[in-house]
């Protein structure tokens, strides 16, 4: 096991599998460029601007989880970001409003003439785009 392949071992799960850009990784990519082995770039930057008083305190928290500021930021953001994307795509609903749904869902009304006829001019349209 290589000296890389060692201290890549020793950091936290999350450093490991791929959500962050480690340290480690970053002299891998760089021995490889030196080697002149084909590389690809699977990572983006971002940077912010920060008031030093959010500056010490982001400091702060990424000393106490052993993290470096640039790996607690990247976690901290993306644990964020994959929270907001559930909340978008998550529907939430009374047990009422689920259970008027899924019956609903289960038993549809029949439909109407005007849902007929719409469905009609839908299928029209859409075999005149296919012609």
């Known amino acids: 096991m290589g000296y890389a392949q060692v201290l890549k ?4 799960f999350w ?6 850009c480690t340290e480690i990784e970053f002299k891998t990519t760089k ?12 990572n983006q930057r971002v940077s912010a601007r ?9 400091l702060q928290a990424a000393d106490l989880t052993g993290a470096t500021l640039n790996q607690f930021i990247v ?9 907001v994307i559930e909340k ?5 609903m009374t047990s009422r409003s ?6 609903a869902f289960a038993h549809p009304p029949k439909p109407t003439a005007k849902l007929k006829k719409a469905a ?7 075999d005149t785009d296919e012609n």
């Open 9 to 12: 071992s020793m950091l936290p």
């Open 15 to 20: 450093h490991r599998n791929g959500i962050l």
């Open 31 to 42: 021995k490889a460029r030196s080697q002149n082995m084909p590389t690809t770039q699977n």
């Open 50 to 58: 920060v008031t030093p008083k959010v500056y010490q305190t982001l």
């Open 75 to 83: 976690q901290s953001a993306y644990e964020k970001a994959r929270e």
């Open 88 to 92: 978008e795509q998550l529907i939430r």
């Open 98 to 103: 689920a259970s008027a749904f899924f019956e």
């Open 120 to 126: 009609k001019l839908y299928q029209k349209s859409h």
